[in-house]
């Protein structure tokens, strides 16, 4: 009589393997750019609840990857990957997509607040590319967002750079230069760092710069050029689990 309930135990890890199996197929197909296969892969993981797979469908339905694009579907099924809380990079990835579509009125209209909040949520989990999300919207959207969050967006916009984000890199370098209370030689520093991360603008400025500075700002220029070689970013850990979302601001 105990012969089934130990062959249920047995067989459970082999029921579960497809969704995996799909997920894995679907992946290595995405990354060689096969995107029928991946999308037939990736479907049915997704289907079965597998979040990595529900957010590269997304990614897929997103840009067009394998078909039209869709931006309802991929509203979707990253709704569904930011609920869950079993991997915490596929969250804050899809929390951020989540807060770039609704900022960009990508399949929904825009809501800023709603961008600002979702973008928040993946910026505490430690995700860049939404910390610098997080510092422009908030430069451009203040009186929107309101001064807490202005605040928030500075911190932002360091935790960016410190991360070696090049756009935030150039935007704080534009705010030490411009400001006489922040140290030029810092300003310089950053501003090389996103030159060498392939910023044009802040390329352009460095060549201006190397004719032009003279005296004690081309000291200061020359002390931030030093600065930069000893610098390296620094890849916040990502955290156990990730900060609790706040729902109300899913599109």
């Given at each position: 009589m105990r012969v089934l309930p130990v062959l249920i135990l047995l067989l459970l890890p082999l029921l579960a393997a497809p969704a995996r199996a799909d997920y894995a197929a679907g992946k290595r197909a995405y990354d060689a750019e096969d995107y029928p296969t991946a999308l037939a892969e990736l479907r049915p993981a997704a289907e079965a609840g597998d979040p990595r797979a529900q957010y590269w469908l997304a990614d897929m339905y997103r840009f067009g990857l394998g078909g039209p694009t869709d931006h309802a579907a991929a509203l979707r099924w990253y709704r569904l990957a930011a609920r869950q809380t079993s991997d915490v990079d596929i969250n804050r990835r899809a929390v951020y997509a989540l807060g770039y579509m609704v900022n960009n009125a990508l399949g929904v209209d825009r809501d800023v607040v709603r961008a600002g909040c979702l973008y928040r949520n993946a910026a505490e989990n430690g995700y860049v590319s939404a910390q610098w999300g997080l510092?422009?919207?908030?430069?451009?959207?203040?009186?929107?967002?309101?001064?807490?969050?202005?605040?928030?967006?500075?911190?932002?916009?360091?935790?960016?750079?410190?991360?070696?984000?090049?756009?935030?890199?150039?935007?704080?370098?534009?705010?030490?230069?411009?400001?006489?209370?922040?140290?030029?030689?810092?300003?310089?520093?950053?501003?090389?760092?996103?030159?060498?991360?392939?910023?044009?603008?802040?390329?352009?400025?460095?060549?201006?710069?190397?004719?032009?500075?003279?005296?004690?700002?081309?000291?200061?220029?020359?002390?931030?050029?030093?600065?930069?070689?000893?610098?390296?970013?620094?890849?916040?850990?990502?955290?156990?689990?990730?900060?609790?979302?706040?729902?109300?601001?899913?599109?």
């Open positions: 510092c422009r919207l908030i430069s451009r959207e203040s009186e929107l967002l309101g001064r807490k969050m202005v605040s928030i967006g500075v911190d932002m916009c360091h935790r960016a750079a410190e991360q070696g984000d090049s756009y935030a890199l150039a935007f704080l370098s534009d705010i030490m230069l411009w400001n006489p209370l922040t140290p030029d030689e810092k300003g310089y520093m950053y501003l090389v760092l996103s030159a060498q991360r392939g910023v044009d603008q802040s390329r352009e400025k460095v060549a201006e710069f190397e004719r032009t500075l003279k005296g004690r700002e081309r000291e200061q220029f020359e002390a931030g050029v030093e600065m930069a070689k000893t610098w390296r970013a620094r890849e916040e850990p990502m955290p156990d689990k990730p900060f609790p979302l706040d729902t109300t601001c899913l599109p």
